[in-house]
């Protein structure tokens, strides 16, 4: 009984200690980065400016990256109350060999490829982007890894390590591209202009034109198809709208041309009965 509060009080208030400090460096660092994080995001006055974003996810990674460090410093001190002797092989064969020796050398990597892509401002937590073949938004980003939601909700967990390119779609402004297809039988010039009011429809609509950053144009001809002529009106957008637009466009379309008696194609197969003769 005696040992065990001789160890208590030697080793015992130590570990209480570690943990002490352990949370309050916690709560330190997550006061610290908020603070930072919402004054540099007030430097501007725009709401979920890029500024914002890129503030988010820096300091997202320092966040993350701090605890990892407040949590390892924490478990080798109490191991080392424990005796277990953790100080001599650290200092025999050092963190690089260490990390190689667990077998830890993508990890080394995925930290360098993360790093430069903060350092590179390829993409903020927010953007959509398609990476290693996975489309989606941006949730959370860590040195190691970096989490993108696509549309079906699934949340894909991709190491840095693995990213060779990179699809930012909604940096500094996205595009909204349309192709429509009318019968042969129908005026091409009468569509295109069709199209154009559309355009400047979409461009006046209270809801939908603040998102544009120019009327929407009409290329012309883009293609003599099997069954369909096709037409094509393209829009710049603010970033990551170009979704909400086409969805404005493709209704305006449907409305309007069904209204102006102009046909809108679909695939069609012509079948020919030969009448035997003989």
Known sequence: MD????????????????????????????VVTRTLSKEIQELDDEEDSELDKRTETIFRVVRSTGIVLILGTAVLMILT???IPVTPVLASVGFVGLAF?????????????????????QYTVGDSIEISGVGGTVEQMTLRATMVRDLQ??????????IRIVANKSRTWSRAVLDVSIT????????MAALTEIGEAVKSDPAVGPLLLETPTVTGVEGLDDWAVRL???????????????RA??????????????GLAFPRQDVMILKDEG
Do not use: C
């Not at 990890?107 to 350092?119: E, K, P, T």
């Not at 042969?184 to 569509?191: F, G, H, K, M, P």
């Open 101 to 121: 020796g667990l077998g830890a050398q993508t990890l080394v990597q995925d930290m360098i490829s993360g790093l430069f892509i903060l350092i590179e401002n």
């Open 184 to 191: 042969y039988d129908d005026d091409v010039d009468a569509a």
């Open 232 to 246: 094509r009106i393209l829009a710049k957008t603010e970033p990551g709208t170009h979704w909400a637009v086409q």
């Open 249 to 262: 466009l493709r209704r305006q379309i449907r409305l309007v041309f069904a209204e102006k008696g102009i």
């Open 3 to 30: 040992a065990v509060i001789e160890w208590l009080t030697k080793h015992g208030v130590a570990i209480a200690g570690i943990l002490l400090m352990s949370t309050l460096a916690y709560w330190l660092l997550g």
């Open 81 to 83: 109350e424990f005796g």
């Open 153 to 162: 909700g699934t949340l894909h967990v991709i190491p840095n390590g693995e």
